[in-house]
């Protein structure tokens, strides 16, 4: 894909992402939440430009850098998402304050690393942000899921008959 693909295309999930993560939406545990990160890694991991040959030693520092801050980020983001159970024993679960800011954060700090590159002359491809993309997905969704099978049972009441 080109470089202007690649970012149409994390743009497009960042959007479809955050929307979606402010909205109480029910968490269904049964959901391959592995797909999506896989099939934006196996896309990002297809580019032979994702490290930059002829600054291939601040290349790669600078996609282990990134790779490193979005694991973070992603246990973050996983964590300031707010988990409840419904009276039924759904698992809900809705974005907070803290989830904005944690992607403002990512956005930040994604931004300090491309300064960095362009200071070292460093080719940045689209392709390490959409892997930086499915790893923060993929952490993201590990962290919640964890903490929605943490979550206590609803409590029943017997029902008189």
């Known amino acids: 894909m080109s470089s202007l693909a690649n970012l149409l295309v994390i743009a ?43 600054h291939s030693g601040p290349s790669v520092a600078l996609l282990v850098a990134g790779l490193l801050t979005v694991v973070v980020m992603g246990t973050v983001w996983g964590r300031t998402v707010r988990l409840w159970r419904d009276a039924d024993g759904t698992v809900l679960a809705k974005g907070t304050k803290a989830t904005v800011a944690a992607w403002v954060g990512t956005i930040v700090i994604r931004l300090g690393l491309h300064g960095i590159g362009s200071v ?42």
Do not use: C, K, Y
Not at 14 to 40: A, G, H, N
Not at 126 to 134: D, I
């Open 12 to 54: 497009a999930v960042v959007v479809l992402v955050v929307q979606r993560q402010m909205r109480v939406q029910r968490l269904d545990s049964e959901r391959r939440f592995w797909l999506l990160p896989l099939i934006l890694g196996v896309f990002a991991l297809r580019d032979p430009q994702i490290i930059d040959q002829q």
């Open 120 to 161: 070292l002359h460093v080719h940045q491809s689209g392709s390490a942000l959409m892997l930086g993309m499915a790893v923060m997905l993929l952490g993201r969704s590990s962290v919640v899921n964890w903490r929605a099978r943490m979550l206590q049972p609803v409590a029943r009441t017997a029902v008189p008959r």
